[in-house]
């Protein structure tokens, strides 16, 4: 079993809002258009072609690309959290992670708990049940430049929940991992042990 919490705060339900989104990159088209839906607690798929506007829209969610119009909201029990709360709650694997070569699992981790503002007192159990929950405690200790691209994934992965996010945002997680990665990243994502709002992007639908 996995330790938790892996920090403190309301385990209450969230659910992501997202109202008349349109997003876009200078003076270019935009790349989505007046986007709006709602997701609770879960595991949602979001499909598209390469160029659909994937990575724009998870981007924006992580408050990495502002939106030329409407807005979005993540919120707990019908209470709104601030734009700073947001960014502390929220969890991100980006489509191409990347650490510095000599940084080994658990410092990759331990970094983003510190950008995340994870206290001091907790970082250590956090980042070693986020490797736990990732199934990579295997490569605590060795460097990221010595890692396969899915044990990469994998810390990738811890380091996005050792926050402990009520939203976790996945950009194209599956590519590059064989069947059984999948599945098992799959099954990480739906068993996570506090309540989640978690979207993941991906151009393949595979069984």
Sequence with gaps: GTS????????????????GLTLGYGH??????????EVGQGVTLLLGANGAGKSTLIASLARAHH????????????????ERETRLRTGLLPQSPAFSSRMTGAQCVDY??????VPRTRRSTNVRTALET?????VADVPWSRMSYGTKQRVAIAAALVNKPSLLLLDEPLNGLDIGEKHSLM???G????????LVSSHVVEG
């Design 191 to 198: 068993s996570l042990p506090w309540p989640a709002v978690s």
């Design 112 to 117: 983003v708990a510190w950008l995340r503002h």
């Design 134 to 138: 990732a199934n990579a405690t295997h």
């Design 28 to 37: 270019r088209p935009a790349v989505l258009e007046d986007v709006s839906f």
């Design 67 to 82: 939106p030329r119009q409407g807005r979005w909201h993540l919120t707990a029990d019908d209470i709104e959290f601030g």
């Design 187 to 189: 099954g990480v994502l």
């Design 4 to 19: 938790q919490p892996l920090t403190a705060g309301t385990d209450n339900s969230p659910s992501l809002r997202v109202a």
